[in-house]
């Protein structure tokens, strides 16, 4: 039996499992050479949509699109079809595909037993990071991702009275083609427990910082985002993983998140920098450095 054919029934079954919920989904996949690391690339993937009007979650284009015929988007406010822009996002291919959703301007894979994201994907350019005017962070409001079932999303109330910031996987900051980008960023699939003072509003955000001016060098900056539960040895000489959960739906505390970033520079070839950090106070004089893996 062959793996596309392995693969299909898999999906299948992924498939009848949504649509006997409220949500539909549809995966169109296909398998084809790739430079990048020896995965499976997919083109297009439609990612569970709820069945709601006016949802910040978009149905997927089935449209055939160029990337020539998205000149000018950005001056008229509109955003690239969600199957060509996926196609963008996940050049170097899917490092699972459990539960993933697709956005306008990012895709995530969805750990339901944690209520957070295994891994979040971005592609920044210097145009997709660059001041617009016609983009207002305050008008964005965290929201809940209805394309996941009730019994395994998070919810705000999670947070209210835990101790913990609503931490962005994909940042804000890197979403400002237009306005409908941004507010995506802030639905709870894409949120993680972060300490607050000393570290999502300080440290990390040094990094997001950081990641957003490799695009003045690097013509396409493609990042990998997510949270760790790391091991830990305890007094009694033994190793646990240990983490706290917050809230009425168990939302898992991460110990640390990573972040990876591969550049691709003006003549193809490709750099990268990779970061674990714990979720902590972090000081803000400490160098980037100390948290950067070498490989």
Not at 206 to 224: A, F, M, Q, S
Request: net charge neutral; charged share 25%.
């Amino acid at each position: 039996m062959s793996a596309l054919w392995r693969f299909s029934i898999l999906s299948g079954t992924a498939i009848t499992a949504y649509l006997a919920g409220r949500y539909q989904s549809q995966y169109e996949t296909s398998f084809e050479s790739n430079d990048g690391p020896g995965v499976p690339v997919f083109p297009k993937i439609y990612a569970a949509t709820p069945l709601i009007e006016d949802s910040k979650i978009s149905v997927v284009s089935t449209q055939n699109i160029k990337d020539s015929d998205l000149a000018g988007q950005r001056d008229k406010n509109e955003s690239i079809p969600v199957a060509v822009r996926v196609s963008q996002v996940m050049k170097f291919g899917f490092p699972s595909l459990d539960n993933v959703r697709s956005f306008e301007d990012f895709v995530l894979s969805y750990d339901k037993r944690n209520r957070v994201a295994n891994w979040v994907f971005e592609h920044l350019t210097k145009d997709t990071v660059k001041y617009n005017d016609k983009v207002d962070r305050s008008k964005c409001d965290f929201f809940e991702d209805e394309s996941i079932h009730p019994y395994f999303r998070s919810k705000n109330s999670d947070y209210k009275g835990s101790g913990f910031d609503r931490g962005h996987l994909a940042a804000a900051g890197n979403h400002k083609w237009n306005q409908k980008q941004c507010e995506q960023t802030f639905v709870l699939s894409n949120m993680a427990p972060q300490v607050g003072h000393g570290f999502n509003r300080d440290y990390w955000n040094k990094l997001e910082k950081h990641v957003r001016k490799l695009t003045k060098k690097y013509p396409n900056v493609y990042v990998c985002t997510g949270p760790l539960y790391l091991p830990k040895k305890e007094a009694d000489g033994k190793t646990y993983v240990k983490y706290q959960v917050i809230g009425a739906n168990t939302v898992a505390v991460p110990t640390h998140f990573y972040k990876i970033a591969v550049m691709e520079a003006p003549d193809a070839t490709y750099e990268m920098e990779a970061y674990v950090m714990p979720n902590a106070v972090i000081s803000d004089d400490t160098p980037l450095t100390n948290f950067q893996v070498y490989y």
